[in-house]
């Protein structure tokens, strides 16, 4: 055997590769035969050129790439014999390479590491009582008959409170005096205890009434998207120029009918269902958060950097798609990124770890994720929807890389049900 393996860490093993006696003669010539194909020499036609005239033209190039070839083929025979299961891309180190005679030369290569799970009987995690209440029914009422709600003034005497609209007038001014112009609004309509300011704007206004002027003293967030405004202090002058709220219209069978349900009964009942499913949904994720956290913490091992770099770079790519749907620009973006990088490492990290134990686990389990698993999830996802199944069937199957994505989510899910069956509820 012309390579040793030595273990660097629980993901990264180094095989040294030294031969010292080293025949290239065959990859060469395949080499030279390859490149005839591809060549062009005055004289004559692509492809046609004699052997002897291209290895004369590209003989050091050719050699190169002989020696790459080889040391590639090398690598991989080594890889399989030893069974290992690499992720990301080797490094190559401490190429020494004596024409004609030998060659020595390092690999570098993460593997999966080997993990196994322990202590699954020691972890304890609550598991919270879910319920929909009344009120969760009727706020979703709302949301229904929001379109059809009409903006109406508040006549009388009255203080601005929240679930009001309040028309306003409003000027920032920083402590230099500044007035900036993005701090700055003209009968603007706000919505109080939305939260669509920064933190203390919308409280500041309660108890206000029509016509009246207050000033309101606020610092700007220290994580506030504006380099310059961040921890700023400033004075907002506001106007309150009117006081409006939404009227509602009653809530009967032939608008239940129009929002697709028989009657404003079907609606309670389907509209508790959904939302008890949907708190149930909740409650499990939070759960298998915190499994998840237990877990890590009883089981220690090294992680590979190249997953967790494929990781990071994929939770920088959904995020930065998002931050541009709220008006980010690449400035903002590096910003955004440059504050937040460590936390976006960690994150990655804690991603990784909790693929590779949930993986672990399922193959200890023997979980998989099955063709009626799959037609069982369309059929909820049509419930929780209101699409049709063969719809939703139809998207996922146009795309391999869709439904595998949701093949592994199903896999995970019978996961934490057998981890459940393990671990203490209380």
């Known amino acids: 055997m012309s390579y ?31 490149k005839q194909k591809t060549t062009s020499l005055k004289g004559f036609r692509k492809g046609k050129a004699p052997l002897s005239m291209v290895e004369q033209v590209y003989g050091p190039q050719i050699q190169s790439e002989a020696l790459n070839q080889f040391v590639q083929n090398q690598f991989f025979d080594a890889v399989q014999k030893e069974e290992l299961r690499i992720c990301g891309y080797p490094t190559f180190e401490n190429m020494n390479y004596e024409e004609g005679k030998s ?31 009344d009120e969760d029914v009727a706020a979703m009422e709302k949301n229904y008959l929001g379109s059809r709600a009409e903006m109406k003034e508040v006549e009388g005497d009255v203080k601005l409170e929240k679930g009001h609209f309040a028309v306003l007038n409003f000027q920032g001014e920083k402590e230099d005096g500044e007035r900036p112009e993005n701090m700055k609004g003209e009968e603007f309509l ?8 920064i933190p203390g704007f919308e409280d500041g206004m309660i108890g206000m009434k029509k016509g009246e002027k207050k ?13 310059d405004l961040k921890e700023a202090k400033v004075t907002f002058e506001t106007e309150l120029l009117e006081i409006k709220q939404k009227i509602f219209p009653d809530f009967t069978d032939e608008l239940a009918k129009e929002f697709g349900f028989e009657s404003v009964e079907d609606f309670k009942t389907k509209t508790k269902d959904n939302l008890f499913k949907q708190k149930e949904r909740e409650v499990a994720e939070k759960m298998h958060q915190e499994i998840l956290e237990k877990l890590i913490e009883a089981n220690t ?9 494929q990781q990071e770079a994929s939770l920088r790519e959904d995020l930065s798609r998002n931050l541009k749907g709220q008006g980010f620009n690449d400035e903002m973006l590096k910003e955004y990124f440059e504050k ?3 936390d976006m490492t960690d994150k990655a990290t804690f991603q990784v770890r909790s693929g590779l134990i949930l993986d672990n686990l399922a193959k200890k389990f023997n979980v998989e994720a099955s063709d009626s698993d799959f037609d069982a999830k369309i059929e909820e996802m049509a419930a929780g929807s209101g699409m049709q199944a063969d719809q939703i069937k139809s998207y996922y199957a146009s795309d391999a890389k869709l439904k595998g994505n949701l093949m592994y989510a199903i896999r995970e899910e019978k996961t934490f049900e057998k981890i459940k069956e393990e671990i203490k509820l209380k």
């Open 301 to 309: 091992f090294d992680v590979p950097a190249s997953l967790v770099s």
């Open 340 to 342: 937040w990088s460590g």
């Open 103 to 133: 060659v020595k030369f390092d690999a570098l290569v993460e593997i999966f590491p080997t993990v196994e799970v322990k202590n699954l009987d020691k972890i304890t995690v609550a598991k919270e009582t879910v319920s929909v209440s």
């Open 190 to 197: 706000l919505e109080i205890g939305s939260g669509q300011f």
């Open 4 to 34: 040793t393996v030595e273990t660097i860490n629980d993901c990264t093993k180094k095989l040294v590769f030294n031969f010292e006696t080293l025949d290239l003669t065959a990859e060469i010539k395949t080499a030279i035969i390859q």
């Open 215 to 227: 000033n309101i003293e606020l610092t700007f967030p220290g994580d506030y998207h504006v380099e």
